[in-house]
């Protein structure tokens, strides 16, 4: 079954940093770009940031850029987003999902990043 | 990296159609065709029911269509059910491995 985990979500202060992974299964992670979306709780979906299978390029939402880095390990099967300075707007349900054809088809449950004092 | 603009809400009674718009600009739905479009059952996981402008992922009933024109998008949902009961967002690719979703419709089956 093809599947995303993701964790690391937590409650953090402003300023602090956290790192989200993502775990796959059921697919070949190594062959496959990735994506990081966001949802503020009652708001919309936010793109934030990708990276290509051969973790050779990443890209991030202007929101987020200078903060966060992605990156993958592709023996683990694994996808990291190492969020930093973290701002109150930051909080948000995090997922991660598989890229095709340019959109997003396996999506993970989401983990919750609360920055709060 | 504006979001595209969607309608805050649209509703139809069963067995009719709804229509959501999804209008970017020239440097995203206007340039590419990767416009895709997700179903999201609060709580739950997006779902892709549109990829492509006007592909349908297999499973997805028929009942769902989207199309473009210029720097616009649209979804279609025929013979609305209960369980399309949920918010939409339309997504585009906007250049330089940057997408951009829309700012969502939920979508009520009266």
């Known amino acids: 079954e093809v599947q995303l985990l993701e964790s690391g979500g937590g409650l953090v202060q402003p300023g602090g940093s956290l790192r989200l992974t993502c775990a796959a299964s059921g697919f070949t992670f190594r062959a496959n770009s990735m994506t990081w979306v966001r949802q503020v709780p009652g708001k919309g979906l936010e793109w934030i940031s990708f990276i290509y299978s051969d973790s050779a390029a990443t890209s991030y939402a202007d929101s987020v850029k200078g903060r966060f880095t992605l990156s993958s390990d592709n023996s683990r099967n694994t996808l990291y987003l190492q969020m930093s300075s973290l701002r109150a707007e930051d909080t948000a349900v995090y997922y991660c999902a598989k890229n095709t054809f340019f959109a997003f088809d396996i999506w993970g449950q989401g983990t919750m990043v609360t920055v709060s004092s | 990296q504006s979001a595209l603009t969607q309608p805050p809400s649209a509703s139809g009674s069963p067995g009719q159609s709804v229509t959501i718009s999804c209008t970017g600009s020239?440097?995203?739905?206007?340039?590419?065709?990767?416009v895709s479009w997700y179903q999201h059952h609060p709580g739950k996981v997006p779902k892709l029911i549109i990829y492509?402008?006007?592909k349908r992922p297999s499973g997805v009933p028929d009942r769902f269509s989207g199309s473009k024109s210029g720097n616009a998008a649209s979804l279609t949902v025929s013979g609305l059910q209960a369980e399309d009961e949920a918010d939409y967002y339309c997504?585009?690719?906007?250049?330089?491995?940057?997408?951009?979703f829309g700012t969502g419709t939920k979508v009520t089956v009266l």
């Open positions: 020239s440097s995203d739905v206007g340039t590419y065709n990767y």
């Open positions: 492509y402008v006007d």
């Open positions: 997504n585009s690719y906007a250049g330089g491995n940057t997408w951009v």
